[in-house]
T-cell receptor, first 114, second 115 residues
């Protein structure tokens, strides 16, 4: 059974903290993605990675960075958390540049910044 | 640029009634289109996908969608709703950007099923 695992289901952090969200996939997928999900806005792409140490900005990268040191692991970093980053964060992975490939999602991390 | 629009943030049906969730796409090239479902407190899972092989696509749990190029639509239907279908549904289009595939999602439609 294929899996994308996010390290935390729920997180509460304080404003200004550095926050790490971790995602691991066991499918040997090349592509990994971080999305943010907010009511009425759907899923918006923050960053994606197509290979180890390679990354590309998505549609809303401001305030975030990412790290991919190993193929199976993709981390999202909030350098200095702010209340407007309170959201549901979803990690996904897909095979290499196949238009019609399926994306597999993790369970999501609900982050609250207070 | 490829995008999708979902009409209606909430749809309410009675158990046993027809489910119709609307999705229109905008694409300058033949699109690859997807429907995903998200159950409460879970990630997204694929319901079905259109990849130009057939215009009527059957998915899991009795759902299907029809690609209509003339209407730029990819609406999701199910003949008879079950209580277990209550979830949020997302339409998505595959977009290539600098050589890499990305999924662009609609804003979602929450399906409510009443007894």
């Amino acid at each position: 059974d294929v899996k994308v695992t996010q390290s935390s289901r729920y997180l509460v952090k304080r404003t200004g903290e550095k926050v790490f969200l971790e995602c691991v996939q066991d499918m040997d997928h090349e592509n990994m993605f971080w999305y943010r999900q907010d009511p009425g806005l759907g899923l918006r792409l923050i960053y994606f990675s197509y290979d180890v140490k390679m990354k590309e900005k998505g549609d809303i990268p401001e305030g975030y960075s990412v790290s991919r040191e190993k193929k199976e692991r993709f981390s999202l970093i909030l350098e200095s958390a702010s209340t407007n980053q309170t959201s549901m964060y979803l990690c996904a992975s897909t095979l290499w540049d196949r238009w019609n490939t399926e994306a597999f999602f993790g369970q999501g991390t609900r982050l609250t910044v207070v | 640029a490829q995008s999708v629009t979902q009409l209606g943030s909430h749809v309410s049906v009675s158990e046993g009634a027809l489910v119709l969730l609307r999705c229109n796409y905008s694409s300058s090239v033949p699109p690859y289109l997807f429907w995903y479902v998200q159950y409460p407190n879970q990630g997204l899972q694929l319901l079905l996908k259109y990849t130009s092989a057939a215009t009527l696509v059957k998915g899991i749990n009795g759902f299907e969608a029809e690609f209509k190029k003339s209407e730029t639509s990819f609406h999701l239907t199910k003949p008879s709703a079950h209580m277990s279908d209550a979830a949020e549904y997302f339409c998505a289009v595959s977009r290539m950007n600098t050589g890499f595939q990305k999924l662009v999602f609609g804003t979602g439609t929450r399906l409510l099923v009443s007894p």
